[in-house]
């Protein structure tokens, strides 16, 4: 019905022109967003969204997992006591873990939370790789939900019990596609405040941090 | 062309007034929340999940730079050409959406307006698309012309 030709008798100069003048367009376009995407992400939270380059890639949303030295505790995901909102805070052991807001998407979380969660059991933490990945080596206290099977599975993932706590995913890093995947079937089936942690499994390994091997006891 | 009124200068510049503000308002109503809009883009379950900030971050500044380019008359027909293209796609995703059942917020306009893909959605689409590709076409060339070349500038004209 639309599939009339883009450019009809009115272009003598061919099809590369009229793909050299839109590429034109696009670029200009995409320069811009991605100048403006910087500004905000060097500004405040909220604004702009983390995008694929260096090794952080395609995290979800532009809310990087606040933290609260402070203590407060604060639930509203904009507030940040943070100038760079990637920045994951380090805190000391004794430190409050960082907030993992509810905001019907998932957030994006670095290895230093995550290895908060991980010793104060804070979060339910999911692999979401293949189950003998999972066996040859995992996050101490993390369950394995390979994507594969629970795809399918919408009763499993609404049924899965976080203990109120937040969850955070990871899977074998790279673009991490798996635990994206899974974060927003967790969305879906009703879950909130969930995390995905993108250099997963590697990242984890490389940082030093403990690792445990066998079955989902 | 059979409906040369079509194609008379006014026409064509309607179109591409009326092309530029509804992407302008498009691109803007996207910026003002980035983040809602790649969920929004998520819904559609139509790319890869890692590509869906990155179109989240482009797509509203391309289409303000095609509103500036074809309200200014700079570079306009590039900017019809590509504001066409971005329709027809932007069409197809809301048939796909339609057709697969999915009952999503369209974010057609960012969060602005809380349209549900549809029917009249496509209606819509179909519409602008028409617009569009009357700012395409642009012009009718003059008689001593050969067919087919596109308009001079205005300011080329009158020398």
Same mark, same amino acid.
């Given at each position: 019905m639309h599939k009339s030709p883009i450019d009809a008798g009115s272009n003598p100069a061919g099809a590369g022109a009229v793909l050299r003048g839109m590429a034109l367009v696009c670029f200009a376009g995409s320069g811009l967003g991605f100048g403006y995407n910087a500004l905000g992400l060097e500004s405040r939270a909220g604004w702009g969204v983390p995008w694929i380059g260096?090794?952080?890639?395609?995290?979800?949303? !532009? +809310?990087?997992?606040?933290?609260s030295n402070d203590g #407060?505790? /604060?639930?509203? %995901?904009?507030? !940040?006591?943070? #100038?760079?909102?990637?920045?994951? %805070? /380090?805190?000391? %052991?004794g430190a409050e873990l960082p907030e993992i807001p509810a905001l019907g998407r998932p957030v994006q979380i670095e290895v230093a939370a995550v290895k908060q969660y991980v010793d104060a059991a804070g979060a339910l933490v999911?692999?979401?790789? +293949?189950a003998h990945e999972y066996d040859a080596g995992h996050v101490p206290g993390a369950i394995n939900l390979p994507y594969d099977q629970v795809a399918t599975d919408r009763q499993r993932l609404e049924q899965l019990d976080t203990g109120g706590r937040p969850i955070v995913i990871y899977c074998?890093?790279? /673009?991490?596609e798996l635990s994206l995947s899974l974060a927003w079937d967790l969305v879906y089936a009703g879950h909130d405040r969930i995390a995905v942690y993108m250099g997963g499994y590697p990242e984890w390994v490389d940082a030093g941090h403990p690792i445990v091997e066998g079955q989902t006891p | 062309m059979s409906a040369l009124w079509l194609r008379s200068a006014r026409v064509v510049r309607l179109c591409e007034i009326v092309t530029g503000v509804i992407f302008a308002w498009a691109g803007l109503s996207k910026i003002g929340d980035l983040a809602a809009f790649a969920v929004q883009i998520h819904n559609?379950?139509?790319?890869p999940v890692t590509l869906e900030n990155l179109a989240a971050i482009t797509l509203p500044w391309i289409e303000i730079v095609i509103a500036l380019s074809l309200i200014l008359g700079i570079r306009s027909r590039d900017a019809a050409r590509t504001a066409l293209a971005l329709l027809v796609v932007f069409t197809l995703a809301v048939v796909s959406a339609v057709a697969r059942g999915l009952d999503i917020e369209c974010g057609c306009f960012g969060t602005a307006d809380a349209s549900h893909v549809g029917w009249l959605k496509i209606a819509e689409n179909l519409g602008m698309i028409a617009v569009a590709f009357v700012a395409v076409l642009g012009p009718a060339p003059a008689?001593?012309?050969?067919?087919g070349v596109g308009r001079l500038e205005t300011g080329d004209a009158r020398t």
């Open positions: 260096h090794d952080r890639l395609a995290a979800l949303t !532009t +809310e990087a997992v606040v933290g #407060s505790g /604060s639930s509203d %995901p904009h507030v !940040t006591q943070n #100038s760079d909102p990637l920045a994951i %805070p /380090s805190g000391g %052991p999911i692999d979401a790789r +293949e074998g890093g790279g /673009s991490c | 559609f379950r139509i790319m008689a001593d012309r050969v067919p």
